[in-house]
Structures are given as C-alpha cells and as structure tokens.
C-alpha cells in the first residue's frame, strides 16, 4: 500500500481489534479471509451501520467479484469516511499481498478512533462534505432532530 510500516506490537493490536467485531464467519487467514470485501463491510458495518448495506457484497472467490466487492465498498462507503484506497491497493488486498490487509485495516481503525473522539467533541470530522454519527446518521440530520 503505502509503506505503513507495521511491526508485530501494532499488528497484534490489529487484530485485537478486529476480535472485538462480530463477524460471519471465521479469521483463519487475515490476507484471504478480507479479500472480497465482506468481513471489511462487516466491521465497518459495525462502527457505522448506516453506511454499509450488507445486500451490496457477494462472497467471492473470482477476482472480478472481490474487485467489485472493494470497488463498491471503496466509492459508496470509504469515500463516506474520507479516504479511499487506490486501485493498486484494491488489486494487493485481493490479491492476498502480504500485509496489504493489514495496512487497510490501520487506516480504518485510525479512521474509528478519529471519529470516536470527533462524536465527542475533541477535533473534526472526518469530511467537510459530511459528518457522521456512531451511529451512522449525518450530524446535520441530528441538529435538525433535536430542535424540533
């Protein structure tokens, strides 16, 4: 991806973090078992639920569909939460490159955590374009809420 460098203390607490999420089948192998898309979805599903419909992703086992799986969650969702992957980086993670799993996973916790801490009031959002809740919902919609 990028040359994030990860040494073994940050990887493992990667995947401490992805134990934390409930998802549908099993981690035997971070690099195959994130390569179409879905168990991506799935945590970020969990972080923001309003973001991700789940109907858009299809297990896969064909590079064409992965590539449409991370295509799809990569223009309707990350793009949602301000940062996209290139398509070097789509090709790496379905591909099953070493590492390239990995370094998605760091930005999107870092991206989590941001958010956490903007929900709360500490710095900005993620976009100009668009804020967004826990719980998914954009922060305008909720303003619009509260006052009536």
């Given amino acids: 991806m990028d040359?994030?460098?990860?040494?073994?203390?940050?990887?493992?607490?990667?995947?401490?973090w992805i134990d934390e999420v409930p998802l549908s089948r099993p981690k035997k192998n971070m690099g195959r078992?994130?390569?179409?898309?879905?168990?991506?979805?799935?945590?970020?599903?969990?972080y923001f639920p309003k973001l991700v419909q789940m109907?858009?992703?299809?297990s896969a086992n064909s590079l064409t569909q992965k590539q449409y799986n991370w295509g799809t969650l990569?223009?309707?969702?990350?793009k949602r939460l301000g940062f996209q992957l290139t398509k070097k980086e789509i090709d790496d993670i379905v591909q099953c490159k070493p590492g390239a799993v990995?370094?998605?996973?760091?930005?999107?916790?870092v991206k989590v955590r941001s958010h956490?801490?903007?929900?709360?009031g500490f710095h900005g959002s993620?976009?100009?374009?668009?804020?967004?809740?826990?719980?998914?919902?954009?922060?305008?919609?909720?303003?619009?809420?509260?006052?009536?």
Avoid: W
């Avoid at 040359?3 to 401490?16: C, F, P, T």
């Avoid at 109907?55 to 299809?58: D, G, L």
């Avoid at 668009?130 to 509260?146: D, K, N």
């Fill in 102 to 109: 990995e370094e998605f996973l760091s930005k999107l916790q």
């Fill in 74 to 78: 990569n223009t309707k969702v990350l």
């Fill in 33 to 46: 078992d994130f390569s179409d898309g879905i168990l991506a979805a799935e945590v970020i599903a969990y």
């Fill in 55 to 58: 109907h858009n992703y299809s």
């Fill in 3 to 16: 040359g994030i460098v990860l040494d073994d203390e940050i990887l493992q607490k990667i995947y401490a």
């Fill in 126 to 148: 993620f976009s100009n374009r668009l804020q967004i809740t826990a719980c998914g919902a954009p922060v305008r919609r909720m303003y619009r809420e509260r006052r009536n």
């Fill in 116 to 120: 956490k801490c903007s929900c709360l």
